[in-house]
């Protein structure tokens, strides 16, 4: 079975401070993809960052990263210079065969 | 316009009333899906399409049907709406193949329905 759980359902962080919200999965399937989707009150899902797990070298998007550890199965997301803006719920994905599968969330809050 | 638009944005029904949640796309994919958003339980697969005459469920579908009318429309009805089926609806695309995995999905801006 292909499941995404990620532990933490509420998050805060500081102005400007870093943030990182953790992701595990499992799965049997060799070549597959990992994305971070961002829901801002406005409850549009954004596409946050995206990983591809032959690669070895985590994947960058200006303040977000990833720390990827395939043998672990653990997909992190790191929120540098945290931004009133990024306040959002945050969901975890990875796909699979014909379909992605996403964790339940963490609501992040940034406190100014 | 949207790449992804679903109507209506809100909704709020009565129990055991039809409703039908719409889905179009000018993203060209040839893959669509509907989920079910709620607290805590994260984004649930609803019924997922490939094409125009491929359906399939998801692990959730009873009390839902789709119908895929066209490559760019796909609509989830509820029959009889129930209090239990409260929740937010996102409609999602992607490409085929391997840019399926590759790149994610393209998401709608949701249909929050309320059954009461």
């Known amino acids: 079975a292909q499941t995404v759980t990620q532990s933490q359902p509420e998050m805060s962080v500081q102005e400007a401070e870093t943030v990182t919200l953790s992701c595990t999965y499992d799965?049997?399937?060799?070549?597959?993809?990992l994305f971070w989707y961002k829901q801002p009150p406005s409850r549009q899902m954004i596409l946050v960052i995206r990983q591809e797990a032959y690669k070895q070298q985590n994947a960058t998007e200006n303040r977000f990263s990833v720390n990827f550890q395939k043998a672990a199965k653990s997909f992190s997301l790191k929120i540098s210079d945290s931004q009133l803006g990024d306040t959002a719920m945050y969901f975890c994905a990875f796909g699979a065969g014909n379909q992605f599968y996403f964790g339940t969330g963490t609501s992040l809050t940034v406190i100014p | 316009d949207a790449d992804v638009t679903q109507t209506p944005r809100n909704r709020i029904t009565k129990t055991g009333k039809r409703i039908m949640l719409e889905c179009s796309q000018t993203k060209g994919h040839d893959r669509m899906y509907w989920y079910r958003q709620d607290p805590g339980l994260g984004l649930r697969l609803i019924y997922y399409s490939f094409d125009v005459k491929d359906i399939n469920k998801g692990e959730i579908s009873d009390g839902y049907s789709v119908s895929r009318q066209a490559q760019a429309k796909f609509s989830l009805s509820l029959e009889s709406a129930i209090p239990n089926q409260t929740a937010l609806y996102f409609c999602?695309?992607?490409?085929?193949?391997?840019?399926?995995?590759?790149?994610?999905?393209?998401f709608g801006s949701g249909t929050r329905l309320t059954v009461v």
């Open positions: 799965t049997s399937e060799s070549n597959y993809y």
């Open positions: 999602a695309t992607s490409d085929g193949g391997q840019g399926s995995r590759r790149y994610g999905y393209t």
